[in-house]
């Protein structure tokens, strides 16, 4: 496991964190397949990151988050990008019963907030960012912690971010 650290001081910071990982895929020259869950409490930012990477892989238009509908998938400069929120499941079960385990097997971005919902039925994910409110006097200050936790999600950390 590869694990770094990193502080998104102001929105701008998660804006251009975000903007760099689109930058990463759009110059890849493999198919885009990764699975990035993201965990934090409610306002954290996981669905404010999510936008900056829409923005960025150039989607338009209104982004809203899918904590009501669970997923929103987008056509992205890169391919497919699915963007769930599972806080609103009572039992992990659901993500079976909602056939959302063959989205996991389908090539493109995969993000989702609450993963803890869906416990063991998801797949290990290349990623988990960690996020909270760094409880600095700067309200928009965030402490971020990303782990890759499969070769491929190591390869794309350390590109990004130095080794
Ligand atoms: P979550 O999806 O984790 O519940 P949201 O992204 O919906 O959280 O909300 C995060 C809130 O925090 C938004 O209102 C956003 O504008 C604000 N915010 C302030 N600073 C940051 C930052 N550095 N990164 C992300 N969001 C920030
Ligand atoms: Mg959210």
Redesign the pocket.
Known sequence: MTIKNFF????N??QQWAYKLAQYWLHSKQVVNMLIFLH??????????VRYLLRSLGVTGRIK?PTFAIVESYDTTIGKLWHFDLYRFNNPQEWLDAGFSEICTINGVKLI?WPENAAHYLPVADWDIY?KQSGDAN????QIQVKANTQHGKEVLNALHGN
């Open positions: 998104w001081h102001t929105e910071d998660t934090g409490d409610l306002g954290a930012g996981k669905t404010t990151f988050s907030e996020l309200e928009n200050s965030r």
